[in-house]
DNA sequence: GTCTATATGATGATAGAC
DNA sequence: GTCTATCATCATATAGAC
């Protein structure tokens, strides 16, 4: 894979910040090319359409991911850090500045990205469910977790307890991801 | 209280529907106007700035969720229909369009609201958490609900995963809404 | 009291300079 | 290949007509 110019990459980094402190519609060209120390319209070479750019940025935030859980589906193995990183990679993402998930932000804006966005998010939301499905499964077989009821639908659950807790923090003074984690760890058995 | 006007009130039903859809900054005064076939300055008569109309959503969505949870705070009663009048309103919202919660939609454009609003979304979310919290406690206490831990984790948890789910459900092809307060039942001992 | 005409500035995007 | 000058359009908001 060629190097990617430094310029697109510090676009990229800009617009991921941006768009998870003020969602898809609430940032404009002129805010990434202001922070760079160029025109608006450079940012539209590397990115024709604002488009464009929400398509990297679903499928940088997907590497991320992937990063995380490749290794876990390719070889199997403990399925406990493999939650226990779902629980890190939000808190950190989370604390950051109070940022909410690139995910919940594109829900909001879904009716004006293009559908090419729309078929990444989906692709991306699949991956993220069934990798969540197999880590609950695996646990569960190896005594890790216990729990009841279908691993797709607890996998649902969690995924969604994560990111409504990122946006229930952002308004709310006390403290929300902390004991939303709680909660779950303590529905899959993980606290005596 | 004096009756408001027409025009004030449909304003504020279209309001409602575009922030659902398409997020705070997702619309403008136009949208809205067009939509009642006069000028977008004539919305601006009825809410000077767009503050203040987000500032009246706020207020109005906060109202509809006292007329269903004032009942129960004021007398007590049993708590398995309060959290069931939840997953009905939850659910009916969702279907209407797989429209998001209008707290996730200003969640996300927290950062462009003025702090006014901001401590009114912060005051209804407490009103949330404290009356679910209360449900949960009641229920408990009468043998509606079993579950261990903390009643006002489980309640934030709970929440977090229905805000979540809503917005998953706008991406997701499968199901997400129902699989997940499925899962809600399942944790607090409603299915055997 | 209610709405329309108008202003001012920001937005995404194009054509062309270096 | 990379960026700047410029555009048409849309945004919120004001001043004033009915």
């Known amino acids: 894979m060629a190097r990617q110019s430094n310029t697109r990459e510090q676009i990229l980094h800009h617009a991921a910040?941006?768009?998870?402190?003020r969602g898809y519609s609430g940032f404009s060209y002129r805010d990434i090319s202001t922070q760079l120390g160029v025109k608006n319209a450079a940012v539209h070479y590397h990115f024709p359409a604002k488009s464009d750019l929400a398509m990297a940025l679903v499928d940088e935030?997907?590497?991320?991911?992937?990063?995380?859980?490749?290794?876990?589906?390719?070889?199997g193995g403990p399925a406990l850090p493999q939650l226990e990183g779902l629980f890190r990679f939000t808190e950190v993402q989370c604390e950051k500045g109070r940022c909410i998930c690139p995910f919940g932000a594109f829900a909001v804006d879904y009716n004006e990205i293009p559908e090419e966005v729309r078929d990444a998010m989906e692709a991306f939301m699949s991956d993220s469910v069934n990798?969540?499905?197999r880590v609950l499964e695996t646990g569960r077989e190896q005594k890790e977790f216990v729990f009841s009821g279908d691993p797709r639908a607890r996998a649902m659950g969690i995924l969604a307890s994560l990111q409504?807790?990122?946006?229930?923090?952002?308004?709310h003074q006390q403290e929300v991801?902390?004991?939303?984690?709680?909660?779950?760890?303590?529905?899959?058995?993980?606290?005596?």
């Open 164 to 171: 409504g807790a990122r946006q229930m923090a952002r308004i």
């Open 131 to 133: 990798w969540l499905t």
């Open 17 to 21: 910040h941006l768009l998870m402190t």
């Open 61 to 75: 935030y997907r590497q991320v991911l992937r990063q995380q859980t490749s290794q876990f589906m390719a070889y």
């Open 177 to 192: 991801l902390r004991p939303v984690i709680g909660q779950i760890r303590l529905d899959l058995g993980l606290i005596a």
